[in-house]
């Protein structure tokens, strides 16, 4: 994108004059940032890095991808294969879902999914 010297110039002015202080020193040949110019171009970045954080983590919840994912389990539950796995690949795919596991019976997770107290549950069938 091309600007025209004297338009980059009044906008330089324009926004000296808002803040209230040199942006740039002018020198014989070009300009370079001022202290302030230093301290406020690093603020800005911060705070536009922390606004395009803000953007993309309410953009994860808007999808569904955040929040928290509650979980019953029995203790006597097989903790290879099916069960890590899943909350694994959960937490690969959801960074930012809190997992919230609770040691239950199966009849307490029965209970507890009813009631809307669980998301989820990892019980064996033996014991319901």
Do not use: Y
Not at 90 to 117: C, H, K, M, N, V
């Amino acid at each position: 994108m091309k600007v025209a010297q004297t338009a980059l110039s009044t906008q330089i002015q324009d926004l000296e004059a808002e803040l209230g202080f040199k942006v740039f020193d002018r020198l014989p040949r070009g300009v370079k940032l001022s202290a302030a110019g230093k301290l406020f171009l690093k603020d800005a970045r911060r705070i536009l890095r922390e606004v395009n954080e803000a953007a993309a983590r309410a953009a994860r919840v808007a999808r569904g991808q955040s929040g928290t994912l509650r979980v019953g389990f029995t203790e006597n539950a097989s903790w290879r294969g099916i069960v890590p796995d899943s909350f694994r690949r959960f937490r690969e795919r959801q960074p930012d879902a809190e997992l919230q596991l609770t040691p239950a019976t199966s009849l307490e997770q029965i209970g507890a999914l009813r009631l809307g107290r669980l998301d989820a549950g990892c019980f064996q069938h033996a014991e319901i």
